[in-house]
């Protein structure tokens, strides 16, 4: 079963700080590697994404590092802000499904404290 | 431009009850998905459908659960005889294609069901 695992669980950083949540995965047959922020009460939302041919993408202060061999990609959220505070989730897109299904991380709630 | 709709927010049905969870995908978007999210747990698919047709419905309960997505009208998510153990929160996603060059779903707010 294709299975994308997800840590930490949760994470408490100061203001300022660097936040880092990593994924790893099970199955090499991804091709499209999203990660999603969901505050309390609405629905996910894209923050940034990553094909698995690049190997670093950086959009503001978030940036997704992505490891082919080992199977692990990352968000990096720099200088932390209190407004950051959410649930992140990692998902990855199996190759060759029939549509746009997405396999998702079990998520990580980071509290940034001012 | 108003995002992906879902109604009702909240949902509370007794054991035994049927569950109707709508979904009105943005504008121009055909394509919709359907994940549930349990307490404590990332979200997990569970249908794919495009106007009138189901793409891909792998994740869905084998029994109690269907979806339909018609010509007209919302995609509608069924479930029949609920249980406590289908207390959940249920999203829609649309997203204007299925499949090809780098996309992202778009998000309802959920509809959160409590089965007592």
């Known amino acids: 079963q294709q299975q994308v695992k997800q840590s930490p669980q949760s994470l408490i950083v100061q203001k300022g700080g660097i936040s880092i949540i990593n994924c790893a995965y099970e199955?090499?047959?991804?091709?499209?590697f999203p990660w999603y922020q969901q505050f309390p009460g609405k629905g996910p939302a894209l923050l940034i994404a990553?094909?698995?041919?690049?190997s670093e993408k950086k959009e503001g202060r978030f940036t997704i590092s992505f490891n082919k061999s080992a199977k692990q990609f990352s968000l990096h959220i720099m200088d932390s802000q209190p407004g950051d505070s959410a649930t992140y989730f990692c998902?990855?897109?199996?190759?060759?499904?029939?549509?746009?299904?997405?396999?998702f991380g079990q998520g990580t709630e980071l509290s940034v404290k001012p | 431009n108003a995002g992906v709709m879902q109604n009702p927010r909240h949902l509370v049905r007794r054991r035994g009850q049927e569950a109707r969870l709508r979904c009105s995908p943005m504008?121009?978007?055909?394509?919709v998905y359907w994940y549930r999210q349990l307490p404590e747990e990332g979200l997990k698919f569970m249908v794919y459908l495009q106007k009138e047709n189901i793409i891909d419905e792998s994740g869905m309960p084998k029994e109690r659960f269907s979806a339909e997505f018609p010509k007209e009208g919302p995609s509608i998510l069924r479930i029949q005889q609920v249980v406590r153990g289908d207390s959940a929160a249920y999203f829609c996603?649309?997203?204007?294609?299925?499949?090809?060059?780098?996309?992202?779903?778009?998000f309802g707010s959920g509809t959160r069901l409590t089965v007592v």
């Open positions: 199955n090499t047959a991804f091709d499209y």
């Open positions: 504008k121009g978007h055909s394509h």
């Open positions: 998902a990855a897109r199996p190759l060759n499904n029939q549509g746009g299904k997405l396999i």
């Open positions: 990553i094909r698995p041919d690049v």
């Open positions: 996603a649309s997203s204007p294609t299925g499949t090809g060059s780098n996309y992202g779903y778009t």
